[in-house]
């Protein structure tokens, strides 16, 4: 018997939960997490083949931008099949995300099996901590994402891009909830501790230039901030 599992890949996904599993009944699916949810891919995948189950299909879904391309997928499911060990169910991919209920059958059907020959996690550029000077942090939580956390992510990724500046610059992290959800969608700016609410794509663009690039904080959305030492 096959088992089918939607897999929720972006931070997006984390916040339309209850749309995802809605989606997962009616395809016939487990539903399963990336990050930032549960239950997540390796627990669901652990549970399944403890249960006997001999073939599992992965199919992703991306709520945004801000998620890895489908190749994650692959990867990740690929170390978790090479770690599980001899007893490991045969694990396939789709090769492509779904983005729309009508792809399902077909993205199924082309759905392609893990093998040892697979990628797995590896990257030449993730074995050391990178050289950042700031770090920005994108909150994804339920709250920011339905007020528009995803325009905030675009505009400092486009902003950052438009300045020159790299990964070995600013690293741009989306994260769960950080608080306040009144000033949603929240953004801060480390080690500065500089925090922003309200962050929308325009304000976004004007924390990359003044902030990140002049080293002046934005004070139109900046928060206030009191440290207990």
Known sequence: ?????????????????????????????KLAFLQMA??????????LARGGERRLVLVGVSGGQGGPGVSWLRRIASEWWRSYGEDAPEL???????????????????????????????????EDVPGHRHQVFVCRGPRCTAAGA?????????????????????????????????????????????WYGQVDKAAAGEIVTGHLVAGSPVERVRLPRTRRD
């Open 150 to 194: 995803e325009g905030a992510w675009k505009g400092l990724v486009l902003g950052l891009m438009g300045a020159g500046l790299g990964d070995d610059d600013v690293l741009v992290t989306q994260t769960g909830c950080q608080f306040p959800c009144n000033q949603a969608p929240v953004v801060t700016v480390q080690p500065d501790d500089v």
């Open 92 to 126: 396939c991919t789709a090769p492509a995300y779904l983005t729309d209920r009508s792809e399902w059958n077909a993205l199924v059907d082309l759905a392609r099996p893990i093998t040892h020959g697979g990628p797995g996690l590896t990257s030449a550029a993730w």
């Open 1 to 29: 018997m096959t088992v089918h599992v939607l897999v929720g890949t972006s931070p997006a996904d984390a916040a339309r939960r209850s749309e995802l599993a809605t989606l997962a009944d009616e395809v016939g699916a």
């Open 38 to 47: 549960v239950p997540s891919l390796g627990d669901v995948l652990d549970s």
